[in-house]
């Protein structure tokens, strides 16, 4: 089993809508979960930090639900500079990042 | 600017000649890491280092090297690379100590292997 698995999508949404994306973890113990965003072969970069129960960044909302292992990713009021790939990752260790194969968004007009 | 730096950004070889895809930081990072990210596979760590000298196996280690002789360089090395090590290959690091896991990545290096 993979220690992080996604939804490889594509999800595929109007501007406006909003959208959620979940990511399931295997290590019980991880206390640390990141999601990235990855344009077309370009480097991730860090969307959010969820550390405790979730993280609001405007339009952008993350959550943790330790019971079920998994982490979300809310996005509201969806942009079309919105389309890309969102990994998801497992900071267990610090030393160790697992990561999850993305999740694709496309954000139609 | 802050920045983590890697060379080159695309790199096409042959079978077996050896070759460094070189990472370089400026933030004074003590942890640095290797990934190589294939389709459906997301991205898997290769190698770490967790400060000067000191380096460890990731999740795919096998036919790579790395060294890290000054804080802010982590090379990457492939003596006698094949053709299933063509794939995207990142360089990442954070401040690392426990103190702030986020990890930022250089540009990305795609690496062909005939």
């Known amino acids: 089993r993979k220690e992080v698995e996604q939804d490889p999508g594509p999800f595929n949404v109007p501007e406006g809508a909003t959208v959620a994306f979940n990511c399931t973890y295997s290590n019980s113990a991880s206390q640390s979960f990141f999601w990235y965003r990855q344009d077309c072969r370009k480097e991730p970069k860090l969307l959010m930090s969820?550390?405790?129960s979730g993280n609001e960044d405007g339009r952008f909302t993350a959550q943790l639900n330790r019971a079920s292992q998994y982490i979300s990713l809310l996005i509201r009021d969806s942009k079309l500079s919105d389309s890309a790939t969102y990994l998801c990752?497992?900071?267990?260790?610090?030393?160790?990042?697992?990561f999850g194969s993305g999740t694709k968004l496309n954000v139609k007009p | 600017e802050a920045q983590v730096t890697q060379n080159p950004r695309y790199l096409i070889t042959v079978t077996g000649k050896k070759l460094t895809v070189t990472c370089s930081q400026n933030?004074?990072?003590?942890?640095m890491s290797w990934y190589r990210q294939d389709p459906g596979l997301g991205l898997r760590q290769i190698y770490y280092s967790m400060n000067v000298e000191v380096t460890d196996k990731g999740d795919v280690p096998e036919g790579y090297k790395v060294s890290r002789k000054e804080k802010r360089n982590f090379p990457l090395i492939l003596e006698s690379p094949s053709p299933n090590q063509t794939s995207l290959y990142f360089c990442?690091?954070?401040?690392?100590?426990?103190?702030?896991?986020?990890?930022?990545f250089g540009s990305g290096t795609q690496l062909s292997v005939l």
């Open positions: 933030m004074n990072h003590e942890y």
């Open positions: 990442a690091s954070s401040l690392g100590q426990g103190l702030d896991e986020k990890l930022f």
């Open positions: 969820v550390y405790s």
């Open positions: 990752a497992d900071g267990y260790n610090f030393n160790k990042f697992y």
